[in-house]
Nanobody, 119 residues
Framework: VQLVESGGGLVQPGGSLRLSCAASEFTFSWYTMSWYRQTPGKERELVASITSAGGSTNYADSMKGRITISRDNAKNTVYLQMNSLKPEDTAVYYC?????????????WGQGTQVTVSS
């Protein structure tokens, strides 16, 4: 199983980034996909999630209105478009796959991609 994030980097405040997470070796369309983020000394927090068919999305209040999660089941990829980025958005962003019923016991993490918002 692999989840490979990309698209992170250094961006100025107010800028945009699009993160991608390419999945392989599991049935992507059976999983809710999410993005989490973590900064040193803090717990990993949910940023956004999208259900298997893309019918339902959920966003963290801290980023709502500035981000959009989407997925392409044909490409086994989930995206996170982030706009109007702030310095406090600086974190390592992780991709997560959570199996939906009846395979809820399966969940996977990517290795993370660093996002740094700084002038």
């Amino acid at each position: 199983v692999q989840l490979v994030e990309s698209g992170g980097g250094l961006v100025q405040p107010g800028g945009s980034l699009r993160l991608s997470c390419a999945a392989s070796e599991f049935t992507f369309s059976w999983y809710t996909m999410s993005w989490y983020r973590q900064t040193p000394g803090k717990e990993r927090e949910l940023v956004a999630s999208i259900t298997s068919a893309g019918g339902s999305t959920n966003y963290a209040d801290s980023m709502k209105g500035r981000i959009t999660i989407s997925r392409d089941n044909a490409k086994n990829t989930v995206y996170l478009q982030m706009n109007s980025l702030k310095p406090e958005d600086t974190a390592v962003y992780y991709c997560n796959a959570q199996g939906e019923r009846p395979i809820t016991q399966y969940h996977y993490w990517g290795q993370g991609t660093q996002v740094t918002v700084s002038s």
